[in-house]
């Protein structure tokens, strides 16, 4: 007789902490709001963090929860589903965390297609440490450690995860509320590792660095809402396209002989058009929404299998005789 | 013991197949040393391994040591490609794999080079004579050949044509040349096995298994075993084969087992007491990688191998794998230890139980993956940052580290904590008889996860190991978190409070301390009211420690031998017994890392004995190092 849960039922006690006007409250606040219509208890949700401004957040969740150390969280969730895999397992991240010291587990998580939701948090920024440049900050960014710019060159979330052959990866933005609850829903219906990149700004270290996303005024023409099977138009107007050129991607205005029909259409299951979207860069709008989603045994299904087929082939295993094994001899 | 002195005839004609004919003598032995070498290809760990294993059969008391090359393939016939496999089988209690081999079996010039320097005058070498040619002995850095230039002429040198006997038995099969090179080593098994009076038919059954597959590799290597066997009988070089008298030992069904399968079999053993799935998380190091194979091929006992990324994804995996409610395992070396280190620290804090399996060799860094030493015990002990105090436990020998495994595990689950199980590569790889324990009479396991969500915190602590509750995801009402960050008494709450982090730091601290209450009294073998030195030792020592004890106790000299499974926290009566003794010696191949924490902790002007070579010590060392501290 399980009554519905609502969003209140999976905050925690814990004050928050982020600093006023994190971009980290809003995506709480859409996860707490969300879980409940997944219909699974409690105390089947496992939220994993390392270590950020981000994995601060099972605190926030009143489910189990364990905040690691840095960069591991996908390590320990995958040991977890793996040996666990009636639970729902999720990883929360940053871009520091997961993608500089944690970054070898990450892609290693997506590329064995673990059924857990990773949350990366992009903020472009160490927030934590108080403000160094991370590894998604751009060239040339000044911060305490690169006083006359960075000359690190970033990381791009979406084409390191769809590179690690990631079978679901995608792409929202900490306010666009709507489009960050559908998001994650879908993330969550994968059955595998979902990677979803979340843009949030830090406004304290790195305020409005996605200014051109989320800025009401301008946003318009700079984000590209994908949607499968949907021709790629954006702009106030919605009178803005994306085509080919050649082989290459290019900017149009609809009409004066341009019409949708000569724009690309999204389709979730094309490898190929999930990088060459990852790669959209100014002028080009900023894609969010899901680049690609595709379906693959998942590899904490396919270890249980191995151990099921095991247990039928060879029968449970009997202690005495397994130490019996081999060549035995009796002393009298 | 020089062996076999009768026999006649060194360096004698091979005299081929049609040889001798009447039944030879046996004469008997108490003891043999052998040494199988060639190159990495020859298959003499094979060859040794089955020998070990006639031996066994035969009811003799053994002891092996293999020694692997540190190149996977080194080039042929170089000096870097030599494997090896040394057997000591004996008809009275053997402790170690003995100090210098009375027969090496060298299958190329490298091979005798490589060991000739272990070999004492008189010793017995077999060699491959056709191994010898000109391009082979100067591959190997040898001027001139040594099977024609005397240098060998303090040995016992037997030269038999094993390439062109092995073709000559194979001809009807109408095999390559490469495939019949490589049923040598079954040749030479088998005339070994006659010149020692050990039953082939084990070995006849072994590879069955092994060429299952392959009916006509399967055919040659039992013709080759059997040319050897039968070489052996009709060749007038051998004028009598040897016989070693099973050992007094006791009784019960046995088999041969190496540490590093003993460990993984303890584990498996744990799991299954406790009823609950083990996860070993994991990556490929020398020499603990077969710990991951063996357990990899269990799956049917509810038992998860996770090949992971990197060692800290290993160890990792593993913490996750305890918060969900398994036994979850780490394996590694020392490399893999450091890169461990934080994670180690991770489940410390957090309490969650797992066993951190070290298999130690020589360091520093990359050092010599392949050789065994003992330097990570003060890793063990305080290698992490803060305060997180671990217990550790030390296997002795290959077959303890079954009982180890399975104790690591026992005080891990009992005490929420993680465990550290030290062994190293000689015990990993070293193999001996194991008396099989009565699965019903291992020690109980008992793991109670909390389920009742009344008053239920997650540190909140049983009064008498202090451990806090283990509270496993999937149990409703008792949704919690819990981190590495300093947390609160009680509710594990995130909490900066300086009397509240002293607290906790004490209160693990004193839970670890507490294990002392698990440890047996500390047993003395020798002078058990004390005398004038005892050695003290741990881990893979056991054996040659024991064995220069028990000869020098022969000859009447006061010295005791204390052997340590608890190395944290040390057992409660040890300073007590060491004070005993008007000399306390520190055995170990480090530079002195139990003996800084012996005298620290008890304030005892111990002294050291040390090695750090890569090898064993050998009886006669420790006898040399322990005859001279009783006269100093
Ligand atoms: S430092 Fe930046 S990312 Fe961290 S909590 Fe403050 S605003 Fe958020």
């Known amino acids: 007789m399980a009554t519905a849960l609502t969003r209140k039922d999976f905050v925690s006690d814990q004050e928050v902490r982020w600093c006023p006007g994190c971009g980290d409250y809003a995506i709480l606040a859409q996860v707490q709001k969300i879980m409940p219509e997944f219909g699974i208890p409690r105390e089947n949700v496992v939220f994993i963090s390392g270590i950020g401004c981000s994995s601060r957040f099972p605190y926030y969740m009143n489910t189990y929860g364990f905040h690691t150390i840095h960069g591991r969280a996908p390590a320990i969730a995958t040991g977890l589903k793996v040996t666990r895999p009636d639970l729902d397992v999720w990883v929360v991240t940053g871009d520091g965390d997961g993608l500089s010291i944690g970054g070898n587990h990450l892609i290693h998580a997506l590329r064995r297609n673990i059924d857990l939701n990773i949350l990366l948090f992009n903020n472009q920024i160490y927030g934590l440490t108080k403000g160094q440049y991370s590894p998604t900050s751009e060239v040339g960014k000044v911060t305490k450690s690169s006083p006359m710019g960075s000359v690190d060159f970033p990381f791009n979330p979406i084409t390191i995860a769809l590179g690690a052959n990631a079978t679901f990866v995608a792409r929202s933005v900490d306010v666009e509320q709507k489009h960050l609850g559908d998001t994650l829903k879908r993330a969550h219906s994968h059955r595998g590792a979902s990677f979803v990149e979340i843009l949030q700004n830090c406004n304290i270290f790195n305020d409005g660095a996605f200014n051109d996303v989320t800025d009401k005024a301008i946003k318009a023409d700079h984000q590209l809402v994908l949607e499968h099977g949907k021709p790629l138009i954006f702009g106030k107007n919605r009178d803005k396209g994306v085509r080919m050129s050649g082989n290459r991607p290019e900017v149009v205005t609809l009409g004066n002989g341009v019409t949708e029909a000569d724009l690309i259409v999204h389709d979730e299951t094309n490898l190929a058009l999930a990088f060459m979207l990852g790669n959209l860069q100014a002028p080009l709008p900023t894609p969010i929404g899901v680049f690609y989603a595709t379906s693959r045994p998942t590899y904490d299904a396919a270890m249980n299998a191995q151990m099921a087929e095991a247990r039928a082939k060879q029968g449970e295993g009997n202690l005495a005789d397994l130490l019996k094994r081999g060549d035995t001899w009796t002393v009298n | ?632």
């Not at chain 2, 080039?75 to 000591?88: C, D, E, K, R, Y």
């Not at chain 2, 007590?576 to 003996?595: D, H, I, P, T, Y």
């Open chain 2, 1 to 632: 013991m020089a062996l076999p002195p009768e026999a006649a005839g060194h360096a004698a004609e091979s005299s081929g197949l049609g040889g001798g004919a009447a039944a030879k003598p046996h004469a008997r032995r108490d003891s043999v040393v052998i040494r199988f070498a060639g190159d990495s290809g020859d298959g003499m760990q094979l060859a040794g391994m089955q020998f070990t294993a006639e031996s066994a059969l035969a009811g003799n008391d053994i002891a092996t040591l293999p020694d692997f090359p540190a190149e996977i393939r080194a080039p042929a016939g170089t000096i870097a490609g030599v494997s090896g496999f040394q057997l000591n089988f004996s008809s009275r209690e053997v402790f170690t794999a003995g100090d210098e081999p009375n027969v090496l079996v060298a299958m190329n010039p490298a091979a005798l080079k490589a060991n000739l320097d272990d070999l004492p005058p008189n010793g017995v070498i077999i060699v491959d004579r056709e191994a010898f040619s000109e391009a082979n002995v100067k591959r190997a850095g040898y001027a001139s050949n040594p099977l024609t230039d005397h240098s060998l002429d303090k040995f016992q040198v037997f030269q038999v044509d094993v390439t062109k006997l092995t073709t000559a038995a194979l001809h009807s099969t109408g095999l390559n040349n490469r495939a019949v090179f490589r049923c040598r080593n079954m040749f030479v098994l088998g005339m070994l096995s006659w010149l020692f009076q050990r039953p082939i038919e084990s070995t006849e059954r072994w590879l069955e298994g092994r060429f299952k597959k392959t009916p006509e590799l399967l055919n040659a290597n039992l013709m080759a075993l059997k040319a050897g066997f039968n070489y052996g009988d009709t060749t007038e070089m051998f004028a009598s084969s040897y016989e070693v008298q099973p050992a007094k030992i006791v009784p019960g069904l046995y088999r041969n087992i190496t540490g590093n399968a003993a460990t993984a079999l303890g584990f498996v053993a744990a799991s299954v007491k406790c009823g609950l799935p083990l996860f070993l998380g994991s990556y490929p190091i020398t020499p603990a990688s077969d710990v991951l194979h063996e357990l990899a091929a269990f799956k049917n006992f509810g038992v998860y191998t996770f090949q992971a990324e990197d060692e800290i994804a290993g160890v990792s995996s593993a913490i996750g794998a305890a918060f969900g409610g398994a036994i979850a395992l780490t394996t590694t070396s020392g490399p893999g230890m450091n890169l461990k280190a934080e994670a180690i620290g991770l489940a410390v804090k957090t309490e969650l139980p797992m066993v951190i399996t070290d298999i130690q060799r020589a360091g520093p860094s990359t050092g010599m993956p392949t050789k065994p030493e003992q330097a990570d015990l003060l890793m063990a002990m305080y290698g992490r940052h803060g305060e997180s105090p671990i217990p550790i436990i030390a296997a002795s020998t290959p077959a303890d580290c079954f009982e180890c495994a399975y104790e690591a595990v026992r005080l891990a689950v009992k005490y929420m904590t993680p465990v550290i199980l030290l062994t190293d590569g000689q015990l990993a790889n070293g193999a001996e008889p194991w008396l099989l324990p009565d699965v019903s009479k291992l020690a109980p396991i008992k793991v109670e996860f909390a389920s009742n969500p009344d008053g239920f915190l997650p540190y909140k602590r049983d009064p008498e190991t202090l451990s806090r509750p283990w509270a496993v995801p999937g149990t409703p009402g008792l949704e919690h978190r819990i981190g590495g960050l300093s947390s609160e008494d009680q509710t594990g709450n995130v909490s900066y409070s300086p009397a509240n982090n002293e607290l906790m730091v004490r209160t693990r601290a004193r839970k670890i301390t507490g294990i002392v209450r698990e440890i047996p009294p500390t047993s003395i073998f020798g002078d058990v009211n004390g005398g004038e030195l005892v050695v003290l030792g741990w881990g893979s020592t056991y054996g040659s420690v024991r064995e220069a004890v028990k000869q020098l106790r022969d000859k009447g000299k006061s010295v005791s031998h204390i052997h340590l499974r608890y190395l944290n926290p040390l057992p409660a009566d040890l300073g007590g017994q060491l004070r005993k003794f008007k000399k306390v010696m520190v055995a170990e191949m480090n530079m002195g890392q139990l003996l800084k924490l012996v005298r620290a902790d008890y304030l005892i002007d111990a002294i050291g004995c040390n090695k750090i070579q890569g090898r064993p010590f050998k009886v006669n060392e420790l006898i040399n190092r322990i005859s001279r501290s009783l006269e100093g």
